[in-house]
Nanobody, 124 residues
Framework: QVQLVESGGGLVQAGGSLRLSCAAS????????MGWFRQAPGKEREFVAA????????YYADSVKGRFTISRDNAKNTIYLQMNSLKPEDTAVYYC?????????????????WGQGTQVTVSS
């Protein structure tokens, strides 16, 4: 059973920073691309960032490009989302996702598993 557990969310003022973490277990972490998505109240879940299963190739949504950085530590089975220059419109529940396909990286990833989500609130 694959498990993804996010942490690091919270309340921050506009212009501030947060770092989200997602710890994975249950299968060979290094074989799968990973991604972050978010869902704001009343809106559909949207893609934020993704990272390939190897070589660290990344994709970002235009709305976060230059402000957010996705990374992974395969030794710790963990991915991160460093969020800088946060804006009130970044307020959402952030979800970690694991691609359902091994050794494939596409934009966006095709989620096979989701974490439970972590709330990020940016005050103006």
């Amino acid at each position: 059973q694959v498990q993804l557990v996010e942490s690091g969310g919270g309340l921050v003022q506009a212009g501030g920073s947060l770092r989200l973490s997602c710890a994975a277990s249950g299968r060979t972490f290094i074989s799968y691309a990973m991604g972050w998505f978010r869902q704001a109240p009343g809106k559909e879940r949207e893609f934020v960032a993704a990272i390939s299963w190897s070589h660290g190739t990344t994709y970002y949504a235009d709305s976060v490009k230059g402000r957010f950085t996705i990374s992974r530590d395969n030794a710790k089975n963990t991915i991160y989302l460093q969020m800088n220059s946060l804006k009130p419109e970044d307020t959402a529940v952030y979800y970690c996702a694991s691609d359902k396909r091994p050794y494939i990286f596409s934009n966006p990833v095709v989620p096979g598993y989701w974490g439970q989500g972590t709330q990020v609130t940016v005050s103006s």
